[in-house]
């Protein structure tokens, strides 16, 4: 089962800076299975990219993702007050099981 | 709109059982693989378990393998979670979740707003 390791567990920063969010594979993952998520306090998950790099419906490009193999990462640039939230990767293959990262906590 | 909405969370002894319940609206479940995510009090997300768009594919986490199925009744557009011999670590709330692919991947693209499982004496 592959594990996904995100780094920092908490991200302090101010409106308008730039957030880089960190997700680890333990071993290479397919770049197509690889999502995050945004969760704010007291609400669902949303989806926010998926296939490492595809924003969803809805999504400001002030997020974006990149990554490849074992290394992924997910940047807001120009941080607004409503990104201030949880955010998780995901990895979810051609089968089960899906894992999820712990989450890094993005807070003013 | 597109929505899924659960219900059937509660109160539950160690031991007991509870059905879940995820109805969808907006959309046809018959063409969506469906998952169960849970998150507990405080904590991150945790996959639960997957079912295909026709049910003929079940597959749960191993904490919850042989406790928990997932089946689904395309007709009334549902989805449901059966879960049995409950223990305290399966305090949670619980999702449902849309399956989404494309070309470019694969994704929970619709989620429910949960029910809250509690499981104690």
Known sequence: ?108 | EVQLVESGGGLVQPGGSLRLSCVASGFSISTYEMNWVRQRPGKGLEWVSYIDGSGGAMFCADSVKGRFTSSRDNAKNSLYLEMNNLRAEDTALYYCARDYFDASGTAFDIWGQGTLVTVSS
């Open chain 1, 1 to 108: 089962e592959i594990v996904l390791t995100q780094s920092p567990g908490t991200l302090s920063l101010s409106p308008g800076e730039r957030a880089t969010l960190s997700c680890r594979a333990s071993q290479t993952v397919t770049s197509t299975y690889l999502a995050w998520y945004q969760q704010r306090p007291g609400q669902t998950p949303r989806l926010l990219i998926y296939g490492a790099s595809s924003r969803a419906t809805g999504i400001p490009d002030r997020f974006s993702g990149s990554g490849s193999g074992t290394d992924f990462t997910l940047t807001i640039s120009g941080l607004e007050p409503e990104d201030f939230a949880v955010y998780y990767c995901q990895h979810y293959g051609i089968a089960p099981p899906c894992t999820f990262g712990q989450g890094t906590k993005l807070e003013i």
